[in-house]
């Protein structure tokens, strides 16, 4: 039956908030509600407005509702210099997927360079007194992050990917953050690993003082101290450092090959260092030897490399709950989340990948032994 919002004077017009109100037998103020604060409408109320938008068509007025709520309807982030290697398309995956979920709640994503911390924190102060954001997302986040504490100090409202590491108020729920349990992953992976029954599985990993690097070794030494009671001289002689990168990776496990340590496995901090690992033992001979790498980039997957995958489409869906709420559609407050719900870390999945010789072993019952976060490909 023809509308106000299919037909008016002979033509075809958009169908506004009167037109689902009517569709939907609610009252424009309830429609605004769903748009707006959906969480103050019971479900079902929502539902039925939902669906009333979607039949008529209705798409809210971003200019308009921006004036009306003095909200820009976008967050920032700090577009990082480009990386270099495998591990570069980490943050390239995150954007996509934070991207797409924030298109989903009528939002937009403002991208920004920045040299340093200092100018990045001068970048928000411009941006938030020029009303250009609601809110930002950090990444890359350090140890005393000047840049965390400068947004709790501001109250701008804000999440970071990534741990505020060595921060005294970590747990402060004004500090909102997401991150994914190194720790975790890699204690799977090196797990997985002992499993199959190898038992001198070494740590190849960034120099200590990286927060994300030293939680990532740490779920390696945990497995391996409650495997094999292992102390701190015998972890250190399985312990490989390098900086990132695959050239850095390969020539410190040949030299660790030539040095005749008697490795079984080697669990890597990332994908950039697994593959260089891989390439250095397949050059001294070892075609078969099992490497497990952190990050499952696209180029793992290519030479079949068995990975950690940080699913960042999770991580990108968990910023903006933290941010704007369940099913918000504008930034809370600095200071609105609870105590309990102020931080998110999520569960990694390793990627078992058959073409790497990492399938999982065969159990006494002649099922394979898979974690719910353990899958396996075929290559």
């Known amino acids: 039956m023809p509308t106000s919002a299919t037909v008016q004077g002979g033509g075809a017009q958009l169908p506004t908030v009167d037109d689902v109100a009517a569709r939907a037998g609610v009252s424009r103020q309830t429609v605004s509600n769903v748009l707006n604060s959906p969480e103050v409408v019971r479900p079902a109320t929502r ?149 199959r029954g190898l038992t001198r599985i070494g740590f190849l990993g960034w120099p200590a003082g990286s927060g994300t690097g030293d939680d990532r070794r740490s779920g390696w030494e945990a497995a391996m101290v409650t495997a094999f009671g292992l102390g701190a001289s015998a972890l250190a002689e399985l312990t490989i450092e390098a900086t990132e990168g695959v050239p850095n990776a390969r020539i410190a496990v040949e030299r660790l090959l030539a040095s005749g340590a008697g490795l079984d496995a080697l669990v890597c901090a990332s994908d950039a260092l697994g593959l260089g690992a891989m390439m250095a033992v397949r050059e001294a001979g070892h075609p078969h030897f099992p490497v497990i790498g952190f990050d499952n980039t696209p180029v793992a997957k290519a030479v079949g490399l068995s990975s950690v995958d940080q699913r960042l489409d999770v991580v990108a869906r968990a910023t903006l709950e933290l941010l704007m709420g369940p099913e918000g559609t504008r930034v809370l407050p600095h200071g609105s989340a609870a105590a309990d719900a102020a931080h998110r870390l999520i569960t990694p999945q390793l990627i078992v990948r058959r073409s790497s010789h990492l399938a999982p072993v065969e159990e006494a019952g002649g099922s394979k032994a898979f974690d719910h976060n353990e899958r396996e490909q075929e290559e």
């Open 47 to 195: 539902n039925r407005v939902q669906l009333a938008i979607d039949e008529l068509g209705y798409r809210p007025h971003a200019s308009a509702r921006r004036l009306r709520t003095r909200q820009s309807s976008t967050i920032g982030i700090r577009l990082d210099p480009v990386a270099g290697g495998i591990s570069g398309s980490i943050l390239d995956r995150y954007l996509h997927a934070l991207v797409a979920h924030a298109d989903g709640r009528s939002m937009r994503i403002t991208l920004f360079t920045a040299s340093d911390p200092a100018d990045e924190i001068a970048h928000y102060a411009r941006l938030r007194d020029g009303a250009d954001i609601d809110g930002v997302v950090v990444t890359a986040t350090q140890y005393d992050d000047p840049r965390i504490e400068w947004l709790a100090r501001e109250r701008m409202p804000f999440v970071a990917f990534g741990r505020p590491w060595g921060a005294e108020r970590a747990d402060d729920p004004d500090r909102l953050w997401v991150d994914v349990d190194g720790r975790a992953g890699v204690r799977a992976a090196t797990e997985h690993l002992i499993g």
